[in-house]
């Protein structure tokens, strides 16, 4: 069946502007997350959607991030006035419970702020 | 916090076994050692996951200390498509937390 899948694949933006990120999660899992990966290094946990329940946000770096996923469908994660510290790949993952060992990522945004 | 420790790289010639190490000593009774995998340019990929006993599946196995403090992982005919860098995780997963996944180990398959 169809996996993760993330768009844009690719994004350039200029600084302050803000940008949309989506994520469409596999069909029928209950829980997303949003990690975002800088140049050489490991994930960073963003956000945690389960459900209808309100979501963890305890990874948002800034009040300039904030994301959104409608009942158990697609989710968006918004960047407002952009900074070059923002550049990286933004991962989404979903996974079919909240309790599930494994979680499926998609192909990550890259982002580019210039 | 970083909860495991991992080598930062290592060099495995194709055919032979690759073990991958990772010390998670402050682990606690109810989490799960878990392995994923990121090969360049792609999301990460689940490998393998255990609690006390050792586990196997079509990609490899995991080697679980009777302590629980390390872990191994070993891909037992490593390929060149193998090459990636390897994240030992541990995670209770009856809440649904979030992986913390650090710096993980570079693997580079040589031919």
């Known amino acids: 069946g169809a996996g993760v899948s993330q768009s844009p694949s690719n994004k350039v933006t200029e600084k302050g502007k803000d940008v949309e990120l989506r994520c469409d999660p596999i069909?029928?899992?209950?829980?997303l997350y949003w990690y975002r990966q800088r140049l050489g290094q490991g994930l960073e946990f963003l956000i945690y959607f389960q459900g209808n329940s309100a979501p963890d946000k305890s990874g948002l770096p800034s009040d300039r991030f904030s994301a959104e996923r409608t009942g158990e469908s697609v989710s968006t994660l918004t960047i407002q006035r952009t900074q070059q510290e923002d550049s990286a790949v933004y991962l989404c993952?979903?996974?079919?419970?909240?309790?599930?060992?494994?979680?499926?990522f998609g192909p990550g945004t890259r982002l580019t702020v210039t | 916090d970083a909860k495991t420790t991992q080598p930062p790289s290592m060099d495995c010639a194709e055919g032979r076994a690759a073990n991958l190490p990772c010390n998670h000593s402050?682990?606690?009774?109810?989490?799960?050692v878990y392995w994923y995998r990121q090969i360049h340019s792609q999301g990460p990929q689940y490998i393998i996951h255990g609690l006390k006993n050792n586990e196997t599946n079509e990609m490899a196995s995991l080697i679980i200390t009777e302590d629980r403090k390390s872990s191994t992982l070993i891909l037992p005919h490593a390929t060149l498509r193998d090459t990636a860098v390897y994240y030992c995780?541990?995670?209770?997963?009856?809440?649904?937390?979030?992986?913390?996944f650090g710096p993980g180990t570079r693997l580079s398959v040589l031919p």
């Open positions: 402050t682990i606690s009774g109810n989490e799960y």
């Open positions: 069909s029928g899992h209950t829980a």
């Open positions: 995780i541990v995670r209770v997963a009856n809440y649904g937390q979030n992986f913390v």
């Open positions: 993952a979903s996974s079919l419970r909240r309790e599930a060992h494994e979680q499926y």
